[in-house]
């Protein structure tokens, strides 16, 4: 019954299988470059070429999943360490930044300290904010702002004058869409927090013109069997959309899926990376 009713009110719950197929595994999980850095959060490199001039040489660094709870402590000052040796131009995080509401208080200290690293920080929400029906967008918006972030739902920001970032909503008790028109002469990112959605909105016709969308939530499977790959990943699509780039077929869109920094649904990891994703956009 429950399966039934969010088909009926988040039609962006649907499987669509054909539109699924029209996207190409570019690089998978062990093709992606890592940077040799200690630690158990691996950074993945992509280097793309910058769609516009003024964005050569800018460096974005991407993570989701944190989940963040009492035992997270130091997966969260790894990240704040990492953040701040690659210092990148712009921090993105892809949703499910919390885990369970009694845990939000832990938030804001994080929030702040990765800020004072970078200046211009984005977060978009995922299941795991949408499933606290209770807490408004108002009040996520605030809650970011105070500690120096932006919350997208729906809505773009223009970074600098090379970037403009598009932060969708959720599917889950949301309503992902396209709401504003791209500037022209800018590096055009979607940060969407499944790939289930950029299935959805390319259905839609509502990504052309996106350079890049980036997401995460399928945690690359979690569990990892050696020269198979995961038994299944969080998605309608099962196994396909794992970790790794992908390409549509007939555009020049790309899709970018992390496997996260933490674990959910069970509170361990096998043969399967936590990562935060380093881009480097270069000149032609």
């Keep these: 019954m429950r399966n039934r009713i969010s088909k009926l009110y988040f039609p962006a719950s649907l499987p669509r299988h054909h539109h699924a197929a029209r996207w190409r595994r570019l690089l998978g999980y062990g093709d992606v470059p890592l940077l040799d850095m200690p630690g158990k959060l691996k950074v993945a490199r992509y280097a793309f070429p910058a769609a516009v001039p003024a964005a050569a040489g800018k460096r974005v660094l991407f993570f989701a999943d944190l989940h963040c709870g009492p ?9 704040e360490s990492k953040v701040e040796a690659l210092a990148p131009d712009l921090l993105l995080c892809g949703g499910d930044l919390t885990a369970g509401a009694v845990d939000l208080d832990l938030l804001p200290p ?30 996520w918006h605030d809650f970011f702002a105070r500690s120096g972030w932006h919350y997208l739902c729906n809505e773009g920001m223009c970074i600098g004058d090379w970037g403009w970032i598009y932060g969708c909503d959720e599917m889950s008790q ?27 909105l390319d259905w839609r ?9 980036l997401c995460g939530h399928s945690h690359g499977g979690q ?25 549509r077929e007939g555009s020049g869109l790309r899709m970018l899926i992390s496997s996260g920094v933490n674990h959910a649904s069970f509170p361990w990891r096998f043969n399967c990376r936590r990562e935060i994703v380093l881009l480097e956009f270069e000149r032609h």
């Excluded at 035992?71 to 990240?79: G, N, P, W």
């Excluded at 309503?175 to 940060?191: Q, T």
């Excluded at 569990?223 to 390409?247: E, H, M, N, Q, W």
């Design 71 to 79: 035992r997270t402590a130091a997966l969260a000052d790894e990240l």
């Design 110 to 139: 994080l929030l702040k300290r990765l800020s004072e690293h970078v200046e211009n920080c984005i977060a978009i929400p995922g299941n795991w904010e949408r499933g606290k029906s209770w807490l408004s967008q108002e009040f």
């Design 174 to 200: 949301g309503a992902p869409g396209i709401m504003d028109d791209a500037p022209a002469g800018r590096e055009k990112v979607a940060l969407i927090h499944r790939p289930d959605t950029v299935v959805f």
């Design 205 to 213: 016709d509502e990504l052309e013109g996106f350079d890049l969308a």
């Design 223 to 247: 569990i990892r069997i050696p020269f198979v790959g995961p038994l299944t990943a969080s998605s309608f699509y099962r196994r396909k959309f794992d970790c790794g780039l992908f390409g």
